[in-house]
Every structure is written in structure tokens, then in C-alpha cells.
């Protein structure tokens, strides 16, 4: 079955230890993506990666940082986290390389105490 | 202004009634638009592509794409209970990079 999986989905921790959301595509996807998701916001991109070992800032990439070794993962780090980022995180990758028609993953719901 | 925006709602619609969804946009150079349709607690799933001017049908959705006016719609005919959701307008801009609107929540009531 074609399908992003994410780990953790549900994620409660504290502030400044680190942590790491793994994602990974089995569709053969060029490009992979990371959003957070928070009420009246809506979708804000965070990183994003069009090809192996190579990322690129979205619209809200600050204290987090993202790796993308291999074509099937792209993992999300958070090196310190801090209660605003207690937020719902997506995965999502597209065989489009500009991300247009994008599958998503089912969501982490972190908390950062 | 933002880059993609739309109504934040809800809309109320009763089933079997057309319900119609909007969003506009401020990069005159994008090119490709889609529609995303999230339930209640769970992930956004694409329901809707659509690249150049005019209506694409599939089923009971109709994505419209102007433009000129900088405005793409997303028609649901025969509106079910199980339409309920919130619907995201997500546009790719000159810089190919996709923005999503806030959504639209729609709820169709029996």
C-alpha cells in the first residue's frame, strides 16, 4: 500500500530535550515535505526536499532541522524544543518535484511542557 | 495580504444542496492549484488538481480556475453528511512553491 508513515504520532516531552520525527515514503517520491499545523494558521511549511541531500527552508524553519540521506526518509529535528512548538506535525511527499499533488502522512501531535 | 486566502467559515449547507467554496490568490504567475479536503483530527487528502483556465469535473466535484481573477472554486454537488470537513485551497506559485489558504470548514446538515 502506497503510504507517509510518521513516528511518533503522539509525542509529549519537555523543553530543550531534543527529539527526532521520522518519515518515510515508499512510493519513490522525489519531493518530501514538512508542515506544522496550528489553529487559525493553518499549514506553514518548515522544510522541505526536492532530491536526496538536498533541503530547503519553507516558511517557518526556525529551531528545526531536517536530513535527507536516503530517498525514503526525511526526518525532522528538533535540537531544543520549546513549548511553541507544541503544534501538529505533517509529513508529506509528491512525485511532482515542485510538491503539487502531495500525499500526507497521518500527523504527530507533539506537546513541548 | 496573504497568498492564499478563503473564507475560514463554517459554511452550512443542507444535503443534497451544491455547496461552493472559494479561495483567491495574490501570485499572478502561479500555475498549478489544488484542493484538499481534511477531516476532523486526520491528515489533508487531495481531492482536486487543476492547471489551466475553465471547469474540471470528477464525480460530484467541480474545480474552477480563473486566472484572470485570480480565483479558484471548488463546487460539491449533491452535498452529503460525509462531505463535512475542512477544505484547503493550496496554490504553486512563480517560486514552484505550493502555499496552502487556511481552509474552508463546511458542514452539511441532514
Known amino acids: 500500500e502506497a503510504q507517509v508513515t510518521q513516528n511518533p504520532r503522539y509525542l509529549i516531552t519537555v523543553t530543550g530535550k531534543k527529539l527526532t520525527v521520522t518519515c518515510s515514503q515508499n512510493m519513490n517520491h522525489e519531493y518530501m515535505s514538512w508542515y506544522r499545523q496550528d489553529p487559525g494558521l493553518g499549514l506553514r511549511q518548515i522544510y522541505y526536499?526536492?532530491?536526496?541531500?538536498?533541503?530547503d527552508k519553507g516558511d517557518v524553519p526556525e529551531g528545526y532541522k531536517v536530513s535527507r540521506k536516503e530517498k525514503r526518509n526525511f526526518p525532522l529535528i528538533l535540537e531544543s524544543p520549546s513549548p511553541n512548538q507544541t503544534s501538529l506535525y505533517f509529513c508529506?511527499?509528491?512525485?511532482?518535484?515542485?510538491?503539487?499533488?502531495?500525499?500526507f502522512g497521518p500527523g504527530t501531535r507533539l506537546t513541548v511542557l | 495580504q496573504k497568498e492564499v486566502e478563503q473564507n475560514s467559515g463554517p459554511l452550512s449547507v443542507p444535503e443534497g444542496a451544491i455547496a461552493s467554496l472559494n479561495c483567491t490568490y495574490s501570485?499572478?504567475?502561479?500555475?498549478?492549484f489544488f484542493w484538499y479536503r481534511q477531516y476532523s483530527g486526520k491528515s489533508p487528502e487531495l481531492i482536486m488538481s487543476?492547471?489551466?483556465?475553465g471547469d474540471k469535473e470528477d464525480g460530484r466535484f467541480t474545480a474552477q480556475l480563473n486566472k484572470a481573477s485570480q480565483y479558484v472554486s471548488l463546487l460539491i454537488r449533491d452535498s452529503q453528511p460525509s462531505d463535512s470537513a475542512t477544505y484547503l485551497c493550496a496554490v504553486t506559485g512563480t517560486a514552484s512553491k505550493l502555499t496552502f489558504g487556511t481552509g474552508t470548514r463546511l458542514q452539511v446538515t441532514l
Open positions: 501570485d499572478r504567475g502561479s500555475q498549478s
Open positions: 526536499s526536492m532530491n536526496v541531500e538536498v533541503t
Open positions: 508529506a511527499s509528491s512525485i511532482r518535484r515542485e510538491g503539487g499533488e502531495q500525499f
Open positions: 487543476i492547471y489551466s483556465n
